[in-house]
Nanobody, 123 residues
Framework: VQLQASGGGLVQAGGSLRLSCAASGRTFSSYGMGWFRQAPGKERVFVTA????????LYADSVKGRFTVSRDNAKNTVYLQMNSLKPEDTAVYYC?????????????????WGQGTQVTVSS
């Protein structure tokens, strides 16, 4: 499967962005989907994930209440709505897909990765 992330950009603190991750290849509904981010000079970290059915979600504490993950299986796309953005949200955001298991917070759980999209939040 191939993943294509988009929607990043430059936004002022307090603003919003919506990231999209379009998948091609195998049946999208077979995948658990996750978002990670990597800030300059830091390791890539978990942001959020959604299971195959879309009924289960996980969020990092740093984004709870501000970010919302969703998916549209008919469009083979997962979304990340980011509100109340802060300068510390600045990072390259990656989407990832997993065929099996349930350790959504761990990078090794995922089988496929998108190329990343840059999000920059100015103060």
């Amino acid at each position: 499967v191939q993943l294509q992330a988009s929607g990043g950009g430059l936004v002022q603190a307090g603003g919003s962005l919506r990231l999209s991750c379009a998948a091609s290849g195998r049946t999208f509904s077979s995948y658990g989907m996750g978002w990670f981010r990597q800030a300059p000079g830091k390791e890539r970290v978990f942001v959020t994930a959604m299971n195959r059915s879309g009924r289960g979600t996980l969020y990092a504490d740093s984004v709870k209440g501000r970010f919302t993950v969703s998916r549209d299986n008919a469009k083979n796309t997962v979304y990340l709505q980011m509100n109340s953005l802060k300068p510390e949200d600045t990072a390259v955001y990656y989407c990832a897909a997993s065929i099996g298991g349930n350790d959504y917070r761990t990078e090794s759980f995922y089988d496929y990765w998108g190329q990343g999209t840059q999000v920059t939040v100015s103060s």
